[in-house]
């Protein structure tokens, strides 16, 4: 199936696509629970536990991003500069939201007033929503064709029907594996009516998620053919069949309230269909003007960009199970205001004449 | 895709908010830089300080600023990946054409950046549950990640100043791209450490700053002394050494663009001889307005000797060198960030004088009060070093080989308008509110303080402090150190200073 070292770092590119909706979706789907989760004294609890359970790793599971951005326009130059010529407006929106949700929930949390906790919170969950949803636009645009090299920016390129469902099933699906993350770290903080609460979310949100999943079917066989067919027939069926039972593990899972394997099969979920949408597009990058080989940066490069990815594995791999192996076993707490008050013994011997 | 000639007509109408919108994004990101690579190894410095000697002073102070740390990091997060959009979004062309030339350096920052994220992470949030050297020894490889960030960065645009590690074929597209030869180009290693000194420096000042503001409002406890001398000391010692690489990477510049130092030093005609302006305007014909004369200084500057030739503008055509006003921009950008920095010089040396006679910090209010700006002096030169050497590359996007309006994205210019009144709004409001939350906290911090001084016999509150009650054994024991080793380091006979001068 692997002919070139294109595809091996189409392979990565998908990888890093793969994480990134696995990571960031849990951060943005934790952001739209915060959204909707009511007033500030009804929301009061769910927006703690979505603080706590979100700040140790956001910074982490951004970085995909970046990294996504990194392999495109080293691997592949002109994918690169056509998606963001094509797709402007949705990925300007996206980087906006991207400002705004990031200093939105920093703020929020050094933030002491109700007033000011209301504003940066409302912004952090409002770009958690319209983010997930642009970038999933631009992503479902690519599909149906209506982008090819050279295409300028137009608002068509985004907004026809399986875009919208693109965007509207991103969402869901960062909703789906929010809740479900939250549902574990209720536990873990011992909230148990938290866990109730969002493992209810958790199902309403896989409904969401199967309802759109349908709509999309019927809108993209004639908006875009070429990946409705790689997903409704051979590798890509298979995947799309696997995620669907994984979904339905994670509902079964959630039932009987085992959060731990419930988030496994989640991120399999999720992964899958990305998986499975990115081998439906074969060979296609962007279906179906340009090949993954036509795509491709120069040789030397591909094979450097190799090396820079095993080498990022090799390093960032073990530090990241470290992370989220202290995040889930409690090491990791943010600092209390005790903690900056706390008396420095020796300026408190300062004060006090010297002996 | 393929123009590389045929652009001499006149620059498309979305060029300039292109630029104006990459400027200000750049602008705004570049001062949270040298925080993101040199906060974490100051506060590791006073950290390590803190265990080291059992110093609670130390530890507060690293607390206190790792919190500092994990909003500036967030804020530096989400500009800096508002700039990888740019380039899509603005660059589409040069994105294109050379990005799988110079493009790697990225990679190379990204995994970097990747692993200062989860550092970050534990070192901010391992602070109560971790093992004291467990956890800094967790923190350590952060200076170290955000180094090899700065290398991938620096290395993508020193290609774009002195572009290498390709050859043209006949469309002019690049091939038989040498990996190597496009990191390490010529201007790498001079811009490299010119960047990491002085963004290690700039930290330095604007920390120390703030405590020597502080100090100047009377508040002259040991808490202020230390978190003014470990800062400044750091940043006073690169202080000299940022000099010295400053000067060899103008020095590079004129070897390797030849061009852009013209611009720099407003030179129009090639000559021996060349006087050196300080301030000044280039006219478009090529006289001087203003500005101070001095001859033969920049043929010295240059080659150290007055027959050094220094190459003029006027050696290539208008079309492919900085305009008038563009080489004043760069010219003036360069002497206020010189003149700056041979300001500090003297500072730094003022510091040093005192610290060898005295051992101790200079007791001139005068000196606290320069202190107290050199931070924001400093962030100055880190956006004159960088007007610098963007203006100075004008019209190049890629020195030599493609124009900025070659590389800009074909998007309608009321768009790019439009955005651009968008991130101005959004940025205003990030950066105010991220200044707002920075002065809350300190004079929550401080507050505390005073509560503190107030009733400092009634002992630590209770309830779980970080690393447990480790802090308390050990303050017992400083004090008994500090007892015996009096004047051994600036920090120790401060109780009496201070005592001395209330």
Known sequence: ?355 | MNSAIGFLTEAPPQLLPARELMAFTLASHILLVPFGVALPAITLLMHHRGLRKGDAVALQLARRWSVVMAVQFAIGIVTGTVLSFEFGLLWPGMMGRWGDVFGLGFGVEAWAFFLEAILIAIYLYGWRRLKPWTHFWLGLPLPLAALMGAFGIIAANSWMNTPGGFTLDAGGNPVDVNVRQAVFTPMFGPEYWHFVAGVILTAGYVVAGVYAVGWLRGRRDRYHRLGFTVPFTVAAILTPVQFILGDSIARSVFHDQPVKFAAVEIVWNTDTHVAEYIFGRLNPDGTISGGLRIPQLDSILAGFSPDTEVTGLTTVPAGNRPTATEATIAHWAFDIMVIIGSLLVLLALWYGWCWLRRRDLPRSRWFFRCAAIAGAACLLTVECGWITTEVGRQPWIVYQNMRVAEAVTGTRASSLWAMFGIVVVVYVLVFGAFLTILLKMRTRWRIADEQLLDVSAAGPPEGDVPYGPRLTTAAGSTEATEATEVAAAPDHGTGRADGGER
């Open chain 1, 1 to 355: 199936m692997i002919s070139g070292i294109s595809d091996v770092i189409a392979g990565v590119l998908l990888a890093a696509v793969t994480a990134y909706a696995c990571g960031g979706g849990t951060d943005y789907g934790a952001g739209f629970w915060d959204l909707v989760a009511g007033g500030s004294e009804r929301g009061e609890r769910p927006r703690w536990l979505i603080d706590h359970a979100m700040e140790p790793v956001w910074e982490t599971n951004n970085v995909w991003l970046i990294f996504v951005l990194v392999i495109m326009w080293t691997g592949f130059p002109v994918l690169f500069q056509t998606v963001f010529s094509a797709m402007w407006l949705p990925l300007a929106l996206a980087a906006v939201g991207l400002v705004l949700r990031g200093a939105g929930f920093a703020l929020r949390k050094q933030t002491r007033l109700l007033a000011g906790r209301r504003v940066y919170g409302a912004v952090f969950a409002v770009s958690s929503l319209l983010t997930p949803f642009f970038l999933g636009a631009a992503v479902g645009g690519l599909a149906t064709g209506r982008v090819a090299p050279g295409t300028t920016a137009s608002a068509d390129a985004w907004s026809n029907g399986t875009s919208v469902i693109t965007g509207l099933l991103t969402v869901a699906a960062t909703a789906f594996l929010g809740a479900v993350f939250l549902t574990a770290d209720a536990r873990r903080f011992d909230a148990a009516d938290l866990a109730g609460y969002f493992r209810l979310r958790a199902w309403y949100s896989l409904g969401a998620i199967a309802v759109l999943a349908i709509i999309g079917l019927a809108v993209t066989r004639d908006d875009a053919r070429y990946v409705h067919n790689g997903l409704t027939s051979g590798i890509g069926l298979i995947l799309v069949l696997l995620a669907v039972v994984a979904a339905v593990a994670t509902a079964v899972l959630l039932y009987r309230m085992a959060t731990g394997l419930a988030r496994i099969t989640a991120v399999a979920g999720v992964a899958l269909v990305v998986v499975a949408w990115g081998l439906a597009q074969r060979p296609y990058l962007i279906p179906t003007s340009l090949t993954v080989d036509q795509a491709a940066g120069a040789a030397t490069t591909l094979r450097w960009l190799v090396l820079v990815t095993l080498i990022a594995v090799v390093l960032v791999g073990p530090l990241l199970v470290l992370l989220y192996r202290l995040d889930t076993r409690g090491a990791l707490q943010p600092l209390t205001d005790a903690d900056l008050r706390q008396p420095p013994a020796d300026q408190a011997s300062d004060s006090s004449p010297p002996s």
